[in-house]
């Protein structure tokens, strides 16, 4: 064993090994919000739409996270400012866990907007509307914050850590532009304009779903703390983990109050605690803090998960009664409302000597919430816009009576369970075309 | 690139960072065991109860860890004779990281007892008994141990490493307690005390939940091993990792031998080998080892996961049959009993040189075990009686007959399936008041 | 603080505890996909055999992993030409580590038998087979390969990064054998030799599965690279950390091309998406790549990822319609013909200079396939056809047409849904032989 002492391009070394580590590890924790929004979409559809559900959910990861790896990783960086620069294209092997760990962000926002067009819209309508979230809807609100940081104010730079806004708030409003597009299902809606519930299939699912995306969330936040160690001029310290603490603080007691403030707020309005409120309010706390879970004071994670969680009940029901817009999982109370009003709350809840100005930092999260919104809800208007002119959006009637299982991927989720359409014989053996295997009896 | 000797100071930033790293992936780990109770507890109960078990995981988790922020942990160190430092107050944010760590502990703790008071506690009533667990119940119990260290006996320390007694042991005598002041569920026993089954509504989320817990628990046992490096006096080394290694094959063994042990026992007695028994099992084995697996030799994990599994059934039976308690989901059996025969076993199973007197070693386990289930019953049971007598522990039996999925939560888990109760139209519209997305029509 | 300048006894420290924190973490994603094939197999069985594919899992594990502590790792080593050192032999506890992380591989290659045998095998068959691949089978294809390396041609070693030959293609191979000699379940094909398709119950918890899988092989790939750091003569450099980011994108890449490939297949075939083929692809495209993601190109990734899941609804037809063997739950298309199309893929999707003679690395993968294919094959023919000579392959038709979960486990997986069968009585309350508890009523 040589006894010399270390030199300080060991701890080049071991910066890069640890970093790449955790990093490794966070984006793993997000890839799996997959099955959580799976579980939790798949949990709040009718069982005849399951399947469709479930397919949007592979599909979006899929083809999304190839196309951001074709052209959206490539168009953030163009926009930000450093020239087209695609994934394909490194002579490190290693920048592509910093194009991973990108990518499973810009996959959650595409996601959830499957939540609120279930139930109608045509799967190669969804497919290529990820198509472009993925090549160009996405990486233009990367480009002009994390990666170009176009946006401050009065010396205040615009704050999104985790993407509060950049991801969730955006896709909550690409969810709900979509689905006011696309129309609410049929029989949604009376004809004296009185809203029906069609509830979902599975709380089970749903709930399990939930669960999913809370222990994925800690990848999302904590994750973005992405620096173990920061070497400069061969100093070593912690990077982002000198305050990681606070992160994972905060986005846990963020969590509990959106659960906390949905369940009040429920129990207020009907005298008893509603499941899925329970569950999609946790999820709106997390939501509210994700902007800011690097900055907000222990009271403030209090504040604004517990508020995030409140408006939940009562935005949905905005969206439902008055503007009328069917949004299935309510995404848009869950991560549009709430990743925007957790965004504004930043300069609010700080801790003290983060912001020099409030008013400024305020006016540069109002530029910043606004300009996404704008954004996101033109792109996303026009994208689906276009794809209903040519009657491409939205399944036929008779298809959406039927359910999308059928129609659009010749499955049933569940043939042995249900309302008595099961088309499966005593014997247990299924004879017609409808099968859950893939394989075609004559083919 | 400066190329000069490193500093010890840089020793300090790598064991920071590092440990931190570590701390935050197995915190992750045990919080998403919380999924795992979800499913597990889901799975057991009645289809009309499901909703209900959800909502109380949900809350479990809220209320608890907003609890344990506020006062528990600050309890926990105050009768461990640090004085009442609660967890919002401290200068260094990276503190929380041990906070969150220590609260995943105590909602792991909470969480066991909703699933022996299934089907009839009020769930208002359990949200009062998680108050307080998480705010004085538990605190009291690792400051008498973790935190204060006031077991022993003839220089013999009680050893817990992990929580076998401490929050598994707790958590299932805890749950025994509370089920047995509520009582059991109505048509649980006949009139001349037979026992009837109630089964669970799916084994698959049973099962589902049993491997999700099995996966957070590698978090939970490994992840105690919580220095990766230790440093002292400037000299650098392997803190617990020195032995991470025996933790995670110890838990691994225990937790293969506990599922084989409860199969054998079931096989044994019936012929069949019972699919939970085997899912509880496994389980079993896990609490069994949690107490000790840092000191366990390879063949005391067999033989603690064995015996560990091995006692389920007729544990179970006795509960059931013998003190004809209503323990839903056989917490006791699984939780209790389990840990408390991994901690007895301690000395016997341990490594050579790990103690230095069998005897006072065991009689150290002994003490610990008894004070803790003391604690446990006296407070569980003071807490549960109070809220029986002023009537509020149990629902109505009308209630308790329709569900309490509709009583407390106004919702259907499975508004598709099921006994032929559905309120769902042809149509696929429910127009009832009964629905599971919490929004209401005439709010 | 002492301020000396640090030692290369420091540097041997970090680069053990950094590299044990790492194969753990994979160690635990490695073990979680057994939840994944838990649910991916019990979605695709009859709702009255899913408790059998249930504990078919558990005991999977459980079985296996001990029978690989006391028998199989030592068997590979002795194999590998390093005698039989069994796992509990050991003076270093931190070798346990090694041992856990090769076990996750093993019990990988023996969960997935279970899927293609479902739903007609004997559970004592089924465990006696595992028993016996775990302590042999399995351990001899690593043992010629991992452990010894004994295979290569012209220079170039046999190449199989993750195991997607030795793991998938040999457990994918070996279902496919038991599921031939087992002969297929009743009614799977008329007496005109036509299929009949069986639907699986749930393509909720199917999907779920395959996300859940997905997940654990970022373990199972990217923790492939297991070592963050190396130390060679004092030097500290990045181990197979140097390529970790080429891992993570491949497997990424391959993932959702396979989702890809098979969902435009089967959209070619019959004009729909069918759900099934889609998880089973991306599944698919993730197996293609596990034997060569630390040398394949970007390109590489996409083709071999697309192949991997355009074979699936080929290969599955092939078998179903040609070979006429039942695989229920599919694992020869998506781990064997997947596993071995990459395998041979090699040398021809390689970074340039990974092989110095494409055609020589291409004779080495070939020899490499065929020996593990050989074995596996005469192996596993070798120990059902036994099985089946002695009567206790299969279960009886009585037994098959009853569903398993009765007939070998007492239990009903779902005693309150389903086709009519259900033995609940109105108040909830079961009182037959058939639980789901594992008490009964008169022991």
Redesign the interface.
Known sequence: ??????????????V???N???V??V???I??M??GF??LE?G?V???N???Q??K???T???G??VF?LIGAGFSSLVGGGGFVP??ETS??????S??FG?VFAMTAATIVSGAVAGRAK?RAYVTYTFLLAAVIYPFVTGITWSGAYISFGGEAFHDFAGGMIVHGMGGIAGLTAAYVLGPRM?RYNEDG????????????A??G???L??GW??FN?GTAAT??ALE??A???GA??????V??TT??A??????GA?AV?WA??G?????????G?LAGLVGITAIPDTTT??GA?LVGGLAGAQL?IV??FI?KRLKIDDVC?VFPVHGSAGVLGTLMFPFVAVPGTVDSIANAFVAQLIGVTAIAAWTIVATGAVWAVLKAIGQARVTPEHEQEGL?VS????????????GE?V?AD?????EDV???????D?
């Open positions: 064993m040589v006894l010399e002492p270390l030199q300080a391009s060991d701890l080049e070394t071991i890069t090994g640890v790449l580590l955790w490794l590890v984006t793993f924790l890839f799996f997959h099955a799976a579980m798949a709040q009718r069982s005849k399951v399947a469709n479930l397919t959910n592979l599909l990861w899929s083809v996270v190839t790896f994934a394909f490190d092997p290693n920048s592509w866990v194009w991973l990518a799967l029989g009185s809203a029906n519930v069609i509830p979902g299939h599975s709380l089970t699912f709930v399990l939930t669960l999913i809370a222990f800690y990848g904590v173990v160690f001029d061969g070593l310290s912690l983990f000198s305050y990681v603490g606070r994972a603080m846990t007691i969590m509990a109050c959106g659960a906390i369940a429920a309005k009907t008893k605690v509603d499941t899925l409120y329970v569950a999609n946790l222990w009271w209090f009940p949905f029901s439902e309510a299982d659009e991927h010749g499955v049933e989720t569940y043939p042995e369970f249900g309302s099961s499966v014997g247990g053996i299924m004879t099968r859950t295997d893939g394989g075609s009896k083919d």
